[in-house]
């Protein structure tokens, strides 16, 4: 009986799944022959919808993750302008409401939600461009402070926000 080599075979088989894997992308980004991108400072005019306050500091902080997330999921490099993609918008809804009542008519958890309008270009595939709101929200117990829950709240709703963005975006699914 002969014996095979098994170290040749089991090496051949390795090769060939991580070059069939090779252009998979596991954030399911498609940048296409995109290089560069420019994220313009989204600005807050949160406070021109009704009900809506303003939260300084929201701008920076958003423009900031956004720029974040598209630097970590994609090989793209970020430019200050003319990049082949641009992402520019408003912040457009900053709102706390009340969500559920206790037995004493008062609230027992409130709901922060975060509105964001964006416009998308990419000047590599310009039937890829759109205008859309994006939104989320973060509930939190009433007996808290917005200020206590501020931080980690915004982590959530700006993760959610950007991954919808990018998927509109990136996503070619």
């Known amino acids: 009986m002969r014996r095979v080599a098994l170290k040749p075979i089991v090496f051949l088989l390795i090769l060939s799944m991580v070059v069939s894997c090779g252009v998979y992308n596991f954030t399911g980004g498609d940048v296409g022959t995109a290089k560069t991108f420019t994220i313009s400072y989204f600005q807050n005019y949160a406070s021109q919808s009704p009900g809506s306050t303003f939260d300084p500091g929201l701008d920076r ?7 974040d997330l598209i630097l970590n999921q994609t090989s793209l490099d970020l430019v200050s302008s003319n990049g082949d993609l641009l992402y520019e918008g408003e912040i ?7 969500m559920s009542a206790t037995a004493e008519q008062r609230a027992a958890q409130n709901r922060l939600t975060i509105g964001v309008n964006v416009r998308f270009f990419n000047k590599t595939k310009e039937d890829a461009e759109f205008e859309r709101r994006f939104s989320f929200f973060y509930d939190y117990p009433a007996s808290s402070q917005l200020a206590s829950v501020r931080d980690e709240a915004h982590q959530v709703i700006f993760e959610r926000i950007n991954q919808d963005i990018f998927s509109a975006s990136l996503a070619d699914w």
């Open 92 to 98: 457009v809804e900053y709102r706390v409401s009340p």
């Open 61 to 67: 902080e958003y423009t900031l993750s956004l720029q």
